[in-house]
T-cell receptor
Framework: DSGVTQTPKHLITATGQRVTLRCSPR?????VYWYQQSLDQGLQFLIQ???????AKGNILERFSAQQFPDLHSELNLSSLELGDSALYFC???????????????????FGSGTRLTVV | AQTVTQSQPEMSVQEAETVTLSCTYD???????LFWYKQPPSRQMILVIR??????QNATENRFSVNFQKAAKSFSLKISDSQLGDTAMYFC????????????FGKGTMLLVSP
């Protein structure tokens, strides 16, 4: 268990529908990232939140939106779904870098196990 | 913007042999971080190894080592004594700042280890 929890693990929905993917970051991590992995686009960064505020935006469609709540969990909302939105959606979280026992920086960037979205 | 290129979509190796996966990147940054992630059939993203650009010494983690050539912007992964469990998709990734930064991934290399 990586400490980052994503629900649901699988989701099947029809075109035109709206879904919400949920991510609970590792305890203490303030930053949450969303990535999309599709066959044609590979792994792409969508959006980042830090302590409730949007921090960075990548190749996120206007039909997609996200937010981070006061308890630091995050939700990714996908609307007007199209067949091409079928993908694996990863959430990752990170905290303040710390020095580990070997003297190496632990950047603490941890991925969840993903949500597999299938649009039919 | 940073780009990461993995030119080998698929590679095959036999158990116990050594294989090298290639990665090149493009950036105007001087300090940054490079990673290799493994994605087995379970789809979990697993960190294999990382390299800080300011370190000249190549990183090693047991059977995994990298050849980091900063001037050439090259970052290859060498897997020694390949095992069946190494069969997975391998992604090379770039990060600008440690901690609160996003990852830019290559397209991946599918590695198949056969008996």
């Amino acid at each position: 268990d990586s400490g980052v929890t994503q629900t649901p693990k699988h989701l099947i929905t029809a075109t035109g529908q709206r879904v919400t993917l949920r991510c609970s970051p590792r305890s203490g991590d303030l930053s949450v990232y969303w990535y999309q992995q599709s066959l044609d686009q590979g792994l792409q960064f969508l959006i980042q939140y830090y302590n409730g505020e949007e921090r960075a935006k990548g190749n996120i469609l206007e039909r997609f939106s996200a937010q981070q709540f006061p308890d630091l969990h995050s939700e990714l909302n996908l609307s007007s779904l199209e067949l091409g939105d079928s993908a694996l959606y990863f959430c990752a979280s990170s905290g303040t870098p710390t020095i580990g026992t070997g003297g190496q920086w632990d950047y603490g960037y941890t991925f969840g196990s993903g949500t597999r979205l299938t649009v039919v | 913007a940073q780009t990461v290129t993995q030119s080998q979509p698929e590679m095959s190796v036999q158990e116990a042999e050594t294989v090298t996966l290639s990665c090149t990147y493009d950036t105007s940054e001087n300090n940054y971080y490079l990673f290799w992630y493994k994605q087995p059939p379970s789809r979990q993203m697993i960190l294999v190894i990382r390299q800080e650009a300011y370190k000249q010494q190549n990183a090693t983690e047991n059977r995994f080592s990298v050849n980091f050539q900063k001037a050439a912007k090259s970052f290859s992964l060498k897997i020694s004594d390949s095992q069946l469990g190494d069969t997975a998709m391998y992604f090379c990734a770039f990060m600008k700042n440690l901690g609160y930064s996003t990852l830019t991934f290559g397209k991946g290399t599918m590695l198949l280890v056969s008996p």
